[in-house]
């Protein structure tokens, strides 16, 4: 993998990580928002998509979290009411933040989304 290096020292693997912001994180955080701007995460009624990926939220700046509380931030609610720009992905590596691409509103994800059309189909059909 042309992500993951190798410390010479320890031999420890170092890997960076890109993240996408996408339509299941927008919907996360619109159920955060919907509950009240705060709630555990097993109490949003989140899909399981949602649920594996709501810490990524945090590397876009969207929410904080106390605890098993996650809140919904200023930069979240204004981003959601297409006030605020976020970064349409983010670059990770061992949890932590080390890079951005482009900012973009929250009704311009669509753009940075790719869905086939096939996979748009299949989804009707369920």
Known sequence: MANVKTCPMCGQRIATYKHKLNKVLISALFKLRDHGGKGKIDNLGLTHSEFANMQKLRYFGLVDKEGCVYILNELG?????????????????????????????????????????????????A
């Open 77 to 125: 609610r204004k981003f959601l009411e297409n006030k605020a720009k976020v970064p349409a992905e983010v670059y990770t590596k061992h949890g932590q933040l080390i890079g951005t691409s482009n900012m973009v509103y929250a009704n311009q994800v669509d753009a940075y989304v790719q869905v086939k059309e096939e996979w748009k189909e299949q989804s009707a059909m």
